[in-house]
């Protein structure tokens, strides 16, 4: 594949700054950019490489500012990141297809599949089975019975989806990831046995719904754990039984949520938070990395840090405080002797 610097700025609509028949083959990282190739800047932290790279064509924000001569065409748009998550996907696109049923795999004849699908070698498809239209099913992948599948939506090898859910259209789960697991409930006996709670809920994935790499989303144990639409979770997250997530919400990898939290819409959670059970986080919040959140947030946009969690300014500021125990502690004791003596 070949494009020029112009022919890319009127895909994305942006603006050319430099040669506009600049050939682009590839892409590359901004920090190891070569001849013929495409890379993009949005974080400052990296600015100072787009004064050295190879690349031919630098996809910028119409805001950056050169601060020296810069050798490399530029095209320049209202987001780079957002750009070049557009041509990606563009490009993935423009890749081939598969589709057919491959063998040996196994549909039950009560499943409904709908066309131009692809079931690859070694999945199972069980009893009344609904798939719609263009979803792909790689290897190795399980289909519990009365699952529901929505047009378009693509399940990597190895995924296990129990039965009685529900996902989606445009949702993408990536390999290893298990929805619908039981939830984790016992409940303990007088003679400090633990006896299995039945869990006989289901998982509910909305539209446009990704779930990465060995993530599992455990059934409810009544009703339904709830996935709403535009939600990303990065691998390797638990999520338990009866869990609500909001609309559009992000969550990085290594988090827990604990059973019947409810989070909001909007919301940004950091790798390895903690969520607890029965609590409800407000619309947008945000909690960063190793947050633990042990009680319900009311006020929207909240950010949190720490653990127990506090607010941004009072973690900073007590911060500031818990580092410099060890010489405090010093201090007090020295003055604790003066005052003996």
């Known amino acids: 594949m070949e494009f020029t610097a112009s022919q890319i700025a009127e895909l994305l609509n942006g603006k050319v700054e430099g040669n506009e028949d600049a050939i682009v083959k590839n892409v590359s990282k901004i920090e190891e950019g070569k001849p013929e190739t495409l890379t993009f800047l949005a974080n400052p932290k990296y600015n100072h490489y787009i004064y050295t790279t190879k690349a031919d064509v630098v996809i910028v924000n119409e805001s950056f500012e050169a601060e020296q001569e810069i050798n490399t065409t530029l095209i320049r748009v209202p987001n780079a990141y957002e750009a070049l998550a557009q041509l990606l996907e563009m490009y993935e696109q423009s890749q081939p297809q598969k589709t057919g049923i491959e063998q040996p795999s196994f549909i039950d004849k009560t499943a409904k599949v709908g066309d131009f699908i692809y079931v690859g070698a070694f999945a199972y498809i069980g009893e009344n089975v609904t798939i719609g239209d263009n979803v792909k099913i790689y290897p190795q992948t399980y289909i519990g019975d009365n699952v529901k599948i929505g047009d378009n ?189």
Not at 187 to 201: F, R, T
Not at 219 to 234: F, N
Not at 277 to 288: P, Q
């Open 153 to 341: 939506t693509t399940i990597h090898p190895g995924v296990k989806v129990y039965k009685n859910c529900s996902i989606g259209q445009s949702c993408t789960i990536h390999s290893g990831a298990v929805i619908g697991s039981d939830g984790f409930g016992f409940a303990p006996s007088a003679s400090n046995e633990y006896k299995k709670v039945a869990q006989i809920g289901n998982v509910i994935l909305k539209d446009y719904v990704e779930i990465g790499a060995n993530t599992t989303v455990d059934r409810a144990t009544m009703g339904s754990t709830i996935i709403q639409k535009g939600v990303k979770l990065d691998n390797l997250i638990q999520v338990a039984h009866n869990v609500e997530i909001g609309e559009n919400t992000v969550i990085a990898a290594q988090t827990g949520i604990a059973g019947s939290a409810k989070l909001g819409k909007d919301c940004m959670i950091g790798g390895q938070v903690g969520v607890a059970g029965h609590i409800t986080l407000a619309n947008g919040t945000k909690a960063g990395a190793q947050t633990g959140i042990s009680k319900t947030i009311k006020q929207e946009g909240a950010v949190l840090f720490g653990s127990p969690h506090m607010e941004m300014g009072d973690f900073h500021r007590s911060y500031v405080v818990f580092r410099r125990l060890p010489a405090l502690k010093k201090q007090i004791d020295e003055l604790n002797k003066r005052i003996e003596q």
